[in-house]
């Protein structure tokens, strides 16, 4: 029997053992499993290494995109550009790191988002709008990036920083927080809703509820939203295939 899972904390809103066990039984695949791995420390990551049989590749989620560089004993190229990992391939005793977060984001926006202002505005600075950021580069998209202190977090923007014109310069916005995932649904980020144009595009990478509150305030502006589950089974698919490939290496 091969293992993969998933580690992060927590992992209750996780789509991924459903996602994989349909997989599974759709391809005939019967000597494979998904697992759940929720640590509250990186530190534990250890252990599951060691004492997990057949453990053939683990998924990376919140908050240890970038913790677990340092559990890596080779990146892949995109990976070490990034800063972050969201895929640990095993076998033997090498741990490659891989990002494909950046994949399933460019896959997962080619047939909504029709910019207009070709401006972005990144929400957060933890691993997964390092991905992101990195898919904005490649496609020659002009972007800032906000956090909730701009010196500690070297950051172009703070939250207090968006006034209603700036706000509304961007044309498409992305949630790259875990806030308004289930658990956190009631938080919202310091944003000028009020602001909000109907020109606009919503990304959120939250999935887990399918509308998020900040999605029902963009929508309410008749802006455009997009939820991040599409992106979540692009970049899975990638992972299972490097799994595949690796184990039949």
């Known amino acids: 029997m091969n293992i993969l899972g998933l580690i992060g904390y927590p992992l209750s809103h996780s789509f991924s053992p459903s996602y994989f066990a349909q997989k599974f039984k759709i391809l005939g695949i019967t000597d494979w499993q998904y697992h759940l791995f929720p640590i509250e420390q990186i530190e534990f990551l250890r252990n599951i290494l060691k004492e997990t049989q057949h453990l053939r590749g683990l998924n990376v989620t919140i908050p240890y995109k970038k913790k677990v560089l340092d559990y890596c004993t080779s990146l892949s190229k995109e990976a070490e550009t990034i800063g972050a990992v969201n895929f640990l391939r095993l076998k033997d005793k090498e741990i490659i790191g891989y990002n494909t977060d950046w994949i399933g984001f460019i896959k997962s926006i080619e047939n909504w988002y029709q910019p207009s202002l070709k401006k972005v505005l990144v ?39 968006l006034n209603e014109d700036i706000f509304s310069s961007y044309d498409l916005i992305i949630n790259c927080t875990p806030l308004g995932t289930t658990n956190h649904e009631e938080k919202l980020l310091p944003l000028p809703y009020h602001s909000i144009k109907s020109y606009q595009y919503f990304y959120d990478l939250v999935y887990n509820p399918s509308i998020t509150e900040m999605m029902t305030l963009f929508e309410n502006a008749n802006a455009k939203t997009k939820n991040g589950l599409e992106m979540l089974q692009i970049q899975a698919d990638e992972t299972w295939i490097l799994a595949q490939n690796e184990y039949l290496q």
Do not use: C, F, Q, W
Request: glycine share 10%; charged share 25%; proline share 3%.
């Open 123 to 161: 929400l957060g600075n933890g691993g997964s709008s390092k991905a992101i950021i990195y898919s904005l580069k490649i496609s020659g998209i002009p972007y800032d990036v906000v956090s909730r202190n701009k010196v500690k977090y070297n950051t172009s923007l703070e939250y207090k920083d």
